[in-house]
């Protein structure tokens, strides 16, 4: 059983700054891997930034140069600083964690949390 648990959350302006957090535990051992999802009303959950060994991460286009993905392993915290926000990134934001299975694939876990909601106004 993996527990997530997402926080950081809020209404900011358009232009603003957010930085979410992800607190797992549970059986998570043989996770090398992390990431954070969005998912706005009536669209898809969609995998926005992730991090694996190495420090190796990979962002979505609509959030590259604008999202940072980060984590303390130590901690098991996963972390998204968001600068320049946009109207586009209201959404409910949720982290998940995996592995890396051996054609490099990330094999992601079926556990979420509650998410957490940023919400951006202009």
């Known amino acids: 059983q993996v527990q997530l648990v997402e926080s950081g959350g809020g209404l900011v302006q358009a232009g603003g700054s957010l930085r979410l957090s992800c607190a797992a535990s549970?059986?998570?051992?043989?996770?090398?891997?992390m990431g954070w999802y969005r998912q706005a009303p009536g669209k898809q959950r969609e995998l926005v930034a992730h991090?694996?060994?190495?420090?190796?991460?990979n962002y979505a286009a609509s959030v590259k140069d604008r999202f940072t993905i980060s984590r303390d392993n130590a901690k098991n915290t996963l972390y998204l600083q968001i600068n320049s926000l946009k109207a586009e990134d209201t959404a409910v934001y949720y982290c998940?964690?995996?592995?890396?299975?051996?054609?490099?694939?990330?094999?992601?876990?079926?556990?979420w949390g509650q998410g957490t909601q940023v919400t951006v106004s202009s």
């Open positions: 998940n964690v995996g592995v890396v299975d051996y054609i490099g694939r990330i094999r992601w876990s079926d556990y």
């Open positions: 549970g059986a998570i051992f043989s996770i090398n891997a």
């Open positions: 991090i694996i060994p190495g420090g190796h991460t």
